[in-house]
């Protein structure tokens, strides 16, 4: 399974982006994604879950700003970006996983990153 992310760049403060999450097969529609983010000398953050059946799940950083969406037909993922911050400035990652009974997240397979960058 490959994945492939693409749609970052750099925004100013309170713009919008799309991120897109292209898979090489149909696991999007039998499998949970999910998107990771990562920012220099922090944490490594899942951001949003999205599960086979359309079921959605946000990070508390993301909840009202961010929307993750599936396309099953096109085998691909979508995060989209609005009011983005400057603390939203990261290296985001798409995954395809499981999602365990306890709720948590479990990523089995990662996209290579995309970079954000919000600055005025």
């Known amino acids: 399974v490959q994945l492939q992310a693409s749609g970052g760049g750099s925004v100013q403060p309170g713009g919008s982006l799309r991120l897109s999450c292209a898979a090489s097969g149909s696991i999007f529609s039998i499998r949970t994604a999910g998107w990771y983010r990562q920012a220099p000398g922090r944490q490594r953050e899942l951001v949003a879950t999205?599960?086979?059946?359309?079921?959605?799940n946000y990070a508390d950083s993301a909840k009202g700003r961010f929307t993750i969406s599936r396309d099953n037909a096109m085998n691909t993922v979508y995060l989209e970006m609005n009011s983005l911050k400057v603390e939203d400035t990261a290296v985001y990652y798409c995954?395809?996983?499981?999602?365990?009974?306890?709720?948590?997240?479990?990523?089995?397979?990662w996209g290579q990153g995309t970079q954000v960058t919000v600055s005025s």
């Open positions: 995954t395809s996983g499981v999602l365990l009974r306890s709720g948590d997240y479990n990523p089995i397979y």
């Open positions: 999205i599960t086979s059946a359309g079921s959605t």
